[in-house]
């Protein structure tokens, strides 16, 4: 899988101001997640998760590592998306280290920061 489906993508302006002004966040080493449960859910609670990714220009001027940076993300987080419940809006932003970290450090802090940004 090369990306994530556009069903489990999240965009819009205003409902990323909202995640980071009222939603909760946990940062794990090299990642930290903010997250704000959708206020429509499925009744059946089928509502698949969405994500955002963000790496910010503080971590890199080149635009060739931050898109390193959300791929390694987005990689993570398809990996370890079985850790944050269904219904959720969550942005993933990038820290200083996540392009030198192992691979299993990272897969670890994308799961570390999902679970307790969602409280699972």
Do not use: Q
Request: proline letters at 6%; aromatic letters at 4%; a positive charge.
């Amino acid at each position: 899988m090369s990306s994530l489906p556009k069903h489990e993508r999240l965009r819009g302006k205003v409902r990323i101001g909202e995640i980071f002004t009222a939603g909760s966040h946990a940062a794990a080493g090299t990642v930290m997640a903010k997250a704000l449960e959708r206020p429509d859910p499925d009744a059946a609670g089928k509502t698949p998760t969405r994500v955002c990714v963000v790496a910010g220009k503080k971590l890199a001027n080149s635009a060739v590592v931050r898109n390193r940076l959300r791929r390694r993300l987005r990689a993570a987080y398809r990996e370890r998306k079985s850790a944050c419940p269904p219904g959720w809006d969550v942005v993933l932003i990038a820290r200083r280290g996540l392009d030198t970290a192992p691979w299993s450090d990272v897969r670890r802090d994308v799961e570390k920061a999902l679970a307790r940004a969602t409280g699972k």
